[in-house]
Structure formats: structure tokens, C-alpha cells
T-cell receptor, first 111, second 112 residues
Framework: RKEVEQDPGPFNVPEGATVAFNCTYSNSASQSFFWYRQDCRKEPKLLMSVYSSGNEDGRFTAQLNRASQYISLLIRDSKLSDSATYLCVVKANSGYSTLTFGKGTMLLVSP | NAGVTQTPKFQVLKTGQSMTLQCAQDMNHEYMSWYRQDPGMGLRLIHYSVGAGITDQGEVPNGYNVSRSTTEDFPLRLLSAAPSQTSVYFC???????????FGSGTRLTVV
């Protein structure tokens, strides 16, 4: 089983749609979780951290289920500018080197 | 505020050549790292540093060297370039291991 697995993409949605990204991780000792966004041929940028209680930032909601080792990202009212690849990132409980990136899921929002 | 600056943005090398990818940050971050990104592989950690004078290997360190003589700079050296090192290289920094990373804009390297 891969350490961090994400939905294969791409996701094609119309503007205004709600889209959900799923991510599973294999290391039960993982402690920190993040969602990054990467535009085509650009660097990854931190979108949001994921907290145990779940967290929301505008149209974006992140959830964590430790029992199922599952993370999600929900985007409501999709915009054209949301088109990008979304990376799930997981960190184990100690050590700087243990940050693991998923391969990403591409989102394409169309007019 | 420049953030994380990488140079060069593009580079073509011949097999066997050596070169240094530069990375500098002006945020006084202690943690810096180098990743490579290949199609279908995701980001993989090459080397990292938790402070000046301290470096360690990541997931794919072979063929690369690093040093951290100052807080600001973290260069990545390719000792003898191979076609397998064709990739996009990203440098990243963070103030601590629990914070998100700030990435540089990347270096696209082609080894022929």
C-alpha cells in the first residue's frame, strides 16, 4: 500500500459545482496533514493545514478521520481559478524528513 | 519579501557534467529541503537541513550533495549528471517542522 494515496484524476466540473478530494495514508503515526495546490508548471503552495476537528477557509473545508486514516478537501462553488492539482501531504510523528506527498489530483473547472 | 529564490530556472546539462542549483530564503527559516518532482511520482525528498551546519539525507539522495553554511542558503550539487536526474527541482523552507512549507519556483533540469 502506498504511503499517501489520492483519487486519480482529472476531475472535470462546471463552475459552481462542489468537488471533493479524498486522500488515505498508511502510517497510523502520522501527526500533521496539509493540502497544497500546484498550478501547471508552478511550485506547490500551501492551501490549508488539516486539523483533527476539521477546518474551513472560505469555500474550502478540510476533514480528518484518524480512525480510517483518511483526509478530505471539499471545494464549494468552484471557480475557474480553482483549476490546479491538489496535493495531499502527511507528516509522521517525528523527524523533519518524514513529510510525504501524494501524487496529486488535477481539477479542471470549466465555464 | 522575496521568499525562496531558486536559480537557475532552466538548465541543460550533458551526462557527466556537474553543477550547483542555488536556493536562498530571506525569511530566517531554520528548515530547508530539496525535492524533485517527476511525472507520476509526486514530490520526493532529496536532502534536508534543520539549521546551519546540519544536513541529512532524504528519500533519494544518491548523486546529490548539499551543504548549509548559512541560514539563508542551501545549494544542491549534482556531482556527475545522469539522464535519470532530469526532473523539476524544488527548494522549500519552513520555520519549524510543524509549519507548512514555502517553495521556490523550481529549476527545470534536463540531462542529455
Amino acid at each position: 500500500r502506498k504511503e499517501v494515496e489520492q483519487d486519480p484524476g482529472p476531475f472535470n466540473v462546471p463552475e459552481g459545482a462542489t468537488v471533493a478530494f479524498n486522500c488515505t495514508y498508511s502510517n497510523s503515526a502520522s501527526q500533521s496533514f496539509f493540502w497544497y495546490r500546484q498550478d501547471c508548471r508552478k511550485e506547490p503552495k500551501l492551501l490549508m493545514s488539516v486539523y483533527s476537528s476539521g477546518n474551513e477557509d472560505g469555500r474550502f473545508t478540510a476533514q480528518l478521520n484518524r480512525a480510517s486514516q483518511y483526509i478530505s478537501l471539499l471545494i464549494r462553488d468552484s471557480k475557474l481559478s480553482d483549476s490546479a492539482t491538489y496535493l495531499c501531504v502527511v507528516k509522521a510523528n517525528s523527524g523533519y524528513s518524514t513529510l510525504t506527498f501524494g501524487k496529486g489530483t488535477m481539477l479542471l473547472v470549466s465555464p | 519579501n522575496a521568499g525562496v529564490t531558486q536559480t537557475p530556472k532552466f538548465q541543460v546539462l550533458k551526462t557527466g557534467q556537474s553543477m550547483t542549483l542555488q536556493c536562498a530564503q530571506d525569511m530566517n527559516h531554520e528548515y530547508m529541503s530539496w525535492y524533485r518532482q517527476d511525472p507520476g511520482m509526486g514530490l520526493r525528498l532529496i536532502h534536508y537541513s534543520v539549521g546551519a551546519g546540519i544536513t541529512d539525507q532524504g528519500e533519494v539522495p544518491n548523486g546529490y550533495n548539499v551543504s548549509r553554511s548559512t541560514t539563508e542558503d542551501f545549494p544542491l550539487r549534482l556531482l556527475s549528471a545522469a539522464p535519470s536526474q532530469t526532473s523539476v527541482y524544488f527548494c522549500a523552507s519552513s520555520p519549524s517542522e510543524d509549519y507548512g512549507y514555502t517553495f521556490g519556483s523550481g529549476t527545470r533540469l534536463t540531462v542529455v
